[in-house]
C-alpha cells in the first residue's frame, strides 16, 4: 500500500487527473457549443440540420455516408472552437506576458585581458590584476 500511495501522491499523477477532469469537463462545454450553437447555425444556412439520412447501398450492405459526414462535421466544428476560442486567446495572453518582461541589467562584464566574469563596477579584474576602465552606462 506504501508504494500505491507514493504512486498516487507523486505529482505527475495528480496533475494528469487533473488534466484529465478538466479536459472532459472543457469537452461537454464544446460539444454543447457546437451541437447547440454551430450545428444550427449551419442548418439554418443549410436547410438540413443532418445529414445521416444519406446512405447508399452495394450488394446488401448499408453504408451511412451520412453518419460518417456527421462526425467529420463534428470533429471539424469542435477543432475549430477549440482553435479559435481557447488556442488563440491563451497565445496572445502567452506572447503580451513575454513582451512585458524586460530583461535585467547585467552584473558583471567580461576583462578585455584575461576574458573572466568581473563585475560592472569593478576597476580591477581579480584574476589577472589588469586595470580595466570602468563600465560606462548604458
Do not use: H, W
Request: charged share 15%; hydrophobic share 55%.
Amino acid at each position: 500500500m506504501k508504494g500505491f500511495k507514493q504512486f498516487l501522491l507523486r505529482g505527475n499523477v495528480v496533475d494528469l487527473a487533473v488534466g484529465v477532469v478538466i479536459g472532459v469537463a472543457f469537452g461537454a462545454v464544446i460539444t454543447a457549443l457546437v451541437k447547440d450553437l454551430i450545428t444550427p447555425l449551419i442548418a439554418a444556412i443549410v436547410k438540413q440540420p443532418d445529414f445521416s439520412a444519406i446512405t447508399f447501398t452495394v450488394n446488401g450492405s448499408k453504408f451511412l455516408l451520412g453518419d460518417f459526414i456527421n462526425a467529420l462535421l463534428s470533429f471539424v466544428l469542435i477543432a475549430a472552437a477549440v482553435y479559435f476560442f481557447v488556442v488563440l486567446p491563451i497565445n496572445a495572453l502567452v506572447a503580451r506576458a513575454r513582451r512585458a518582461e524586460a530583461p535585467a541589467d547585467p552584473t558583471t562584464r567580461k576583462c578585455p585581458e584575461c576574458l573572466s566574469e568581473i563585475p560592472i563596477g569593478a576597476r580591477k579584474c581579480a584574476f589577472c590584476t589588469t586595470a580595466v576602465a570602468p563600465a560606462r552606462a548604458a
